[in-house]
């Protein structure tokens, strides 16, 4: 028996028997300048079928494919997008990838349509009518309109901020070494610039401002990746600047690539902070990783050169040359009025003794250089607090030292939190529910931190539109990404990438409400999405949360919504 059902944002499809039944929508609430996303779900009884978000003829090779096309009729502007299902770590299928074109699926799934709404900052307040119809075909025949809904729409007197304005300092890296690799281009070329901005523009949809830079080579290591071959990935990342040494043993640096990279993001409003990696925490718990250590130098920095006099391409040796070539990056960022800007990054650095020599060696070169700082550990946290400016404390940490965190904000640090593969919820992982996500935006306005960072978005697999799943020990999957790679060169959206929008959305309104004399009424919005409101009561242990924390029923989001925009429509 065929079916068609409206559903809502939230609503995530999987191949499980015991996945959750989908609630019909009734309603949609929405303000100026925002978008409204909602799905519908087609179930073909059974039996493979083709979703057309579009109006090309799709005709598949197999010939009795029935074929279901959607169209919305609305006053907005309306994409359309076929979702596409991947496999998650315990091989679910489970859909994410939010396609253009259309897509076929197995029986005993749903074939999902997203659908989203742009509403105009000009648009008129009040009360609208979107109808979605589904039609079929099968072979060369003629359609049929197989379904019909509609849905009442409320735009609220209210415009959302525009993602520029944002006032969380979002911090999602930027892995441009495997932008190269994916879309087959040269490292650092014009063809290569055109995929990075690419990625930048979608990056400023969510209001990111942190640029991510690396002065040296695979800081990560590549994650391990040389060692995993089930699901392969090459996620290798290497410096922005470009070194020769002549004949005399005389270094040459070019900056010309980084400075490009930073006007690209100022381009784009990225410009709260530019983040350096390369140049300490440099992680060492990764095996069978080649390369002699550098002589007196505390930390085996990979700093790359091309040597004039034999041609050969090699790494700095000793803590001289490291510190020439140091002394030179602070002075291009100084003379481009930037190193305000400069935080130099480490990534949960593992040997805390080198990472201080480190530290200290680079405070001595540049006695005003600020420091950037994830960590996971409550030690670290009370180690380093002092002496880093910006400090990035995983889910767990900032559960248990929110009280020390916000004294170092007060103090006029930037405090971040993040998600990585802890917790187990919520997350924003494959696996992950999407009220996981939308619940970010509230947690993140309870911790009262400045902003929210993630460490993967484009650490793309190597067939990651087929694949994502990577060390599954460690990594859930989609935990390396929240967009995918395009065919055209162009990228796709993900479920989890607008999930995570709304989230950002939702913080700044509560910042809203606070910044207008109504944080009484900011701490009732965030009880519609929070069942818990206490942090330090979150995990169960150093990986898992407790029960109850968020909501799970996306009519909680809804009201939250509402009853914000009631309050801020009123305040207009």
């Known amino acids: 028996m065929r079916q068609f059902i409206l559903t809502d944002e939230c609503y995530k499809c999987r191949g499980d028997v015991r996945a959750l039944r989908p609630k019909e929508l009734r309603e949609l609430i929405g303000a100026k300048n925002d978008s409204i996303v909602f799905q519908v779900l087609c179930d073909n009884g059974g039996e493979r079928c083709l979703l057309n978000p579009g109006a090309s003829p799709a005709l598949s090779y197999e010939l009795g494919l029935t074929r279901y096309r959607v169209e919305v009729l609305c006053d907005f502007p309306a994409a359309i997008y076929a979702e596409g299902y991947l496999k998650d770590e315990r091989g679910i299928l489970t859909a994410d990838i939010l396609f253009e074109s259309p897509q076929i699926y197995d029986g005993g799934l749903y074939a999902p349509a997203y659908i989203k709404l742009d509403i105009p900052l000009s648009a008129r307040t009040g009360k609208y009518s979107v109808t979605v119809n589904v039609y079929r075909a099968v072979g060369a025949n003629d359609e049929s309109l197989a379904a019909s809904h509609s849905l009442p729409l409320t735009v609220y007197d209210f415009s959302m ?68 071959k089930e699901y392969p990935a090459t996620l290798f990342e290497y410096s922005m600047v470009r070194i020769r040494r002549d004949a005399e043993g005389k270094y040459f640096y070019d900056f010309s690539v980084l400075k490009r990279y930073i006007q690209l993001c100022e381009k784009y409003a990225i410009d709260g902070d530019i983040t350096v990696y390369g140049l300490m925490g440099i992680w060492k718990n990764m095996p069978l990783f080649n390369g002699a250590s550098i002589e007196d130098y505390p930390e085996n920095l990979l700093i790359r050169y091309k040597d004039e006099a034999d041609g050969c391409y090699k790494y700095m040796r000793t803590g001289a040359e490291i510190e020439e070539y140091i002394r030179a990056l602070f002075a291009f960022f100084r003379e481009n009025a930037l190193f305000e800007k400069v935080r130099i990054g480490a990534d949960e650095p593992a040997d805390l003794s080198a990472y201080r020599e480190n530290y200290e060696r680079l405070r001595r070169i540049a006695p005003d250089l600020r420091f950037k700082m994830a960590l996971d550990k409550t030690s670290a946290i009370e180690r380093f607090s002092s002496e880093i400016d910006d400090i990035a404390a995983s889910f767990p940490c900032s559960c248990r030292n929110r009280t020390l965190l916000r004294e170092k904000k007060t103090a006029g640090k930037r405090v971040l939190w993040y998600i990585c593969n802890i917790p187990d919820k919520p997350n924003s992982v494959l696996h992950s529910e999407l009220t996981e996500l939308r619940s970010l935006g509230a947690l993140g306005y309870l911790f009262g931190f400045d902003g929210f960072l993630r460490w993967a978005y484009t650490c ?21 990404n929240f967009v995918y790679p395009a065919k055209n060169g162009k990228i796709l959206y993900s479920l989890r990438y607008f999930a995570l929008k709304k989230a950002l959305q939702d913080y700044e309104l509560l910042l809203l409400l606070s910044e207008n004399g109504r944080a009484d009424d900011a701490e009732k919005a965030v009880r519609f999405v929070l069942k818990n409101t206490n942090p330090e009561s979150y995990m169960k242990d150093d990986f898992h949360t407790n029960e109850g924390i968020y909501s799970e029923d996306y009519e909680d989001y809804v009201r939250f919504r509402a009853f914000i925009f009631q309050l801020l429509e009123r305040s207009k």
């Open 460 to 480: 793309w697999t190597e067939r990651s539109l087929e694949e994502i799943r990577y060390n599954n020990t460690s990594l859930p999957a989609g935990d390396v």
């Open 161 to 228: 901020p525009s993602p520029k304005d944002f006032r969380c300092h979002l911090d999602l890296w930027q892995h441009n070494s495997n932008i190269a690799r994916t879309y087959g281009v040269e490292l650092w070329s014009d063809e290569h610039f055109v995929q990075i901005e690419t990625v930048l523009s979608s990056l400023a949809e969510l209001g990111q401002k942190s640029a991510t830079v690396l002065a040296g080579d695979c800081p990560w290591r590549g994650w391990g990746c040389y060692l995993l």
